[in-house]
T-cell receptor, first 115, second 111 residues
Framework: GAVVSQHPSWVICKSGTSVKIECRSL??????MFWYRQFPKQSLMLMAT?????????EQGVEKDKFLINHASLTLSTLTVTSAHPEDSSFYIC???????????FGPGTRLTVT | SQQGEEDPQALSIQEGENATMNCSYK?????LQWYRQNSGRGLVHLIL?????REKHSGRLRVTLDTSKKSSSLLITASRAADTASYFC???????????FGQGTRLTINP
């Protein structure tokens, strides 16, 4: 149980375009979803926390207008990278939790390459 | 930075040997977790240790936690080539739901 999927698994887009990444909890209802970014050979950095039905909470230094997060249902959160630039190329990983006990279940990640 | 430190950053050992990785963190925590990540893949949850626990075992994994030193260690015994991966510790500060990840240890097991 506790499976989280991400779509797409990888995407290549041109500079200036927008890309949407989906994160789904397949067998549980996720009250909270988290979005992380990971650059090559580095650790995961939390970008934002989203609770179903409310606005996401962004970490310091993360532009909310550039990284749009929507958590419209208990099983789906989306991250939209707007006006993507090559420096946005990274591995984006989501996680989902159904309680405040901090058991987070991670998706397989989405590799974004901006050309 | 709130990120924890892990050492070593990279570790290369022979198959069958034990591997030990260390993690230090900065704030009081509820739990500390260890994850494995194969190259270019998602995270696999290995083990969670609560702040009131000192040691926990799971198969070939042994985790210790010293809250007075704000540190934890992960021991993998009888390592296998399939254990080659990056290993991260993650902590959740008391009162906060988010996880803070350490910088990770890249473990290579040589056949």
């Amino acid at each position: 149980g506790a499976v989280v999927s991400q779509h797409p698994s990888w995407v290549i887009c041109k500079s200036g375009t927008s890309v949407k990444i989906e994160c789904r909890s397949l067998d549980f209802q996720a009250t909270t979803m988290f979005w992380y970014r990971q650059f090559p050979k580095q650790s995961l950095m939390l970008m934002a926390t989203s609770n179903e039905g409310s606005k996401a909470t962004y970490e310091q230094g993360v532009e909310k207008d550039k990284f749009l997060i929507n958590h419209a249902s208990l099983t789906l959160s989306t991250l939209t990278v707007t006006s993507a630039h090559p420096e946005d190329s990274s591995f984006y990983i989501c996680s989902a939790s159904w309680d405040r006990a901090n058991e987070q279940y991670f998706g397989p990640g989405t590799r974004l390459t901006v050309t | 930075s709130q990120q924890g430190e892990e050492d070593p950053q990279a570790l290369s050992i022979q198959e069958g040997e034990n591997a030990t990785m260390n993690c230090s963190y900065k704030t009081s925590i509820n739990n500390l977790q260890w994850y494995r990540q194969n190259s270019g893949r998602g995270l696999v949850h290995l083990i969670l240790i609560r702040s009131n626990e000192r040691e926990k075992h799971s198969g070939r994994l042994r985790v210790t936690l010293d809250t007075s030193k704000k540190s934890s260690s992960l021991l993998i015994t009888a390592s296998r080539a399939a254990d080659t991966a990056s290993y991260f510790c993650a902590t959740d500060a008391r009162g906060a739901q988010k996880l803070v990840f350490g910088q990770g240890t890249r473990l290579t097991i040589n056949p």
